[in-house]
């Protein structure tokens, strides 16, 4: 026991325990990295960062419409094609519910959920049932941060005519 303590005491035994603490500290940190561009794998997220969910819990207007490649509407811009996208909105501000205002100014409730790969933003359960619908209507997430979104109707809509939507929006 006495070559033990003795053992312990002396300057290699310190800076090996050092150096095997300092390991133990780092053993335990591992690092993410963003999945490559295309994988089609989504990251997991960081802690502290909000999911895409958490990033769309909001109502959001419009501010740049286009229809089949063609701007019809641009927020501030009194000669747009369709200024009925004026009073567009998508309230996400419940997870239980979602409102839409739509371009011809009537409104649709039900429920919305994103995909489990953050693809797709999908309103449930629309009533009353926008025309030619069922009552869903889903959206590709182009992109999404905090204050902007993305969105595209890949489906047609009988409102406009259009055969693909792309919608960019801001929070209020």
Not at 124 to 136: A, F, I, K, V, Y
Request: glycine share 8%.
């Amino acid at each position: 026991m006495e070559k033990i303590n003795k053992y312990l005491k002396s300057k290699t035994a310190r800076n090996l325990l050092g150096l095997f603490a300092i390991l133990a500290l780092f053993s335990g940190c591992t690092p993410t990295t963003p999945a490559p561009a295309g994988s089609g794998t989504t990251p997991t997220p960081t802690p502290g960062t909000p999911t895409v969910t958490e990033l769309m819990n909001k109502t959001w207007t419009v501010t740049i419409v286009k229809e089949d490649a063609t701007t019809v509407y641009t927020k501030g811009d009194g000669s747009s094609i369709r200024m009925g996208y004026v009073d567009f909105q998508l309230n996400l501000s419940s997870l239980t519910s979602a409102k839409l205002t739509a371009v011809d100014g009537r409104t649709f409730t039900g429920t919305w959920s994103v995909s489990a790969d953050s693809k797709t933003l999908t309103l449930l359960g629309l009533t009353p049932e926008p025309t030619g619908t069922g009552g869903t209507i889903a959206y590709e997430i182009n992109s999404i941060t905090d204050t902007a979104l993305k969105l595209t109707r890949n489906s047609s809509n009988r409102k406009t005519g259009a055969a693909k939507t792309e919608y960019e929006l801001t929070n209020k």
